[in-house]
């Protein structure tokens, strides 16, 4: 049969253009759909920005510290609106940078939604029909908000960098990185800050004790952190504010309520349960290592599918897709010793087992730790600690995770997420000759 395209791609996120890109590159006729902005969530309304948010307030930190370092600042304050709008164009400039990465491809870009109306074809918001040899869901993934009256009142993380003005108080929902990332950023912003979760813990997924060192920080500072606390409804009041009601953990005033409570794969009325599509309970398309689903003509990438919600995850997914399909070579993602981090305040990351997750997978584990206080806390008077813990196989020494916590946690990983995908032992750290002074070098003097 002929078709239009080679490819058709829904969603022009960071897999989304990757796929389209490289597999443009390996000759095939390439076409993406986009209903609100090229560049997807990381780029328009989720890391990217969100980094910008938590780089502006370090410095109210760096502010209040200035004078021990002989600096003398009177009278700094935040001006939002102009935070918010020099964010905002920074977007901007890089939607113009992922537009043209697909226009340089000869990538024909259809800014509006697409629906699958069949194995081969979508269908445009316009009512233009296309064909297309294989069609690529690349939706990625939409904030979830709780099914409780007044739930219309809260935001999520799409509203949150237009907001016209900072609360004096805001009520955060949620016990994952979004949540306590925007705590951080909304603190030291000068808003006080309430984050809440139904359940027992925060970031389950990460180490418990370094999650543990993070709240305790966190209360320090002065966010309300409260566990167990079920949100049943908000009302609005009279003068603008909200009453968010926790039932038996109480009601809570506030003048902004964010809802972080996770995200779900971003498939509702795309028309793929029609066209015979596998999905699982979240929405999310079901697919295999190949990235294709039970429809061979149909494949899918990134936070859509739910298997690793990470934006590196979906651009490896996507360029492993379209070298697979389109440049004849068969690549397939490995998952294993991915790490990730945690822009809370101080940040955290990890790669690699928990502790939990290691004693529970082998029958014996070392556990190595630093607790210090960075040089720079030490002279600006700040008490804050940080914690660096590796846990190895007794065994064989190998190294199974590395977590930890402190001023640029996430820098200093990634480069030893290497070590751990390279298979190496607590000895070859140990032979690693320091690098004097950083914090850096805690990493091959933990005892």
């Not at 939607?95 to 979508?122: C, D, I, K, M």
């Not at 418990?208 to 002065?222: P, T």
Request: proline share 4%.
């Amino acid at each position: 049969m002929t078709y239009d395209f080679d490819l058709f791609v829904i969603g022009a996120g960071s897999g989304g253009v990757r796929a389209a890109r490289v597999a443009a590159a390996h000759g095939a006729k390439v076409a993406v759909a986009e209903d609100y902005r090229v560049g997807g969530t990381c780029v328009i309304r989720g890391c990217v920005p969100k980094k910008m948010l938590v780089y502006a307030s370090h410095f109210a930190e760096d502010l209040r510290h200035a004078a021990r370092f002989g600096w003398d600042i009177a009278g700094a304050t935040l001006d939002w609106p102009r935070l918010r709008d020099v964010v905002q164009d920074d977007v901007t400039r890089l939607e113009g940078l992922y537009t043209q990465t697909l226009e340089r491809h000869a990538v024909t870009l259809y800014p509006q939604r697409a629906t699958v109306s069949g194995a081969n074809e979508v269908r445009l918001a316009d009512g233009q029909r296309i064909s297309a040899k294989m069609i690529l869901i690349a939706t990625g993934g939409w904030p979830a908000t709780p099914d409780v009256p007044g739930a219309e009142h809260g935001i999520t993380s799409n509203e949150v960098f237009h907001l016209e003005a900072l609360p004096k108080r805001i009520v955060i929902a949620g016990a994952g990185y979004i949540a306590n990332e925007f705590a951080g950023i909304f603190h030291e912003f000068g808003t006080q800050v309430t984050l809440v979760t139904r359940g027992d813990r925060m970031l389950r997924g990460y180490d418990r004790e370094i999650v543990d060192h993070l709240l305790k920080i966190s209360a320090a500072k002065g966010i309300d952190l409260r566990l167990n606390f079920a949100l049943k409804a908000i009302t609005k009041n009279a003068d603008g504010s909200f009453t968010v009601d926790g039932g038996t953990a109480g009601h809570i005033e506030t003048d902004l309520v964010m809802f972080a409570i996770g995200r779900v794969p971003n498939t509702k009325g795309l028309g793929l349960a029609e066209a015979g599509v596998a999905l699982d309970k979240t929405g999310a398309v079901i697919v295999g290592a190949d990235n294709r689903s039970n429809v061979p003509s149909i494949y899918a990438v990134g936070d859509v599918t739910n298997r690793v919600q990470l934006t590196p995850v979906a651009i490896r997914e996507g360029q492993a897709f379209a070298d697979s399909v389109f440049g004849g070579t068969p690549k397939t993602v490995d998952y294993a010793m991915i790490p990730s981090a945690v822009f809370s305040n101080p940040p955290l990351a990890g790669v690699g087992l928990t502790e939990d997750e290691a004693r529970a997978a082998h029958a014996e584990v070392n556990v190595y730790r630093s607790d210090f206080r960075a040089m720079k806390n030490v002279l600006a008077g700040n008490p804050e600690r940080a914690l660096y813990k590796m846990i190895t196989d007794a065994k064989t020494d190998k190294v199974l995770g590395l977590h930890m916590i402190s001023p640029d946690a996430p820098e200093i990983l990634q480069v030893a997420a290497v070590a751990l995908k390279a298979g190496l032992t607590k000895a070859a750290f140990d032979e690693t000759v320091a690098l004097h002074p950083s914090m850096a070098e805690e990493l091959v003097l933990l005892k």
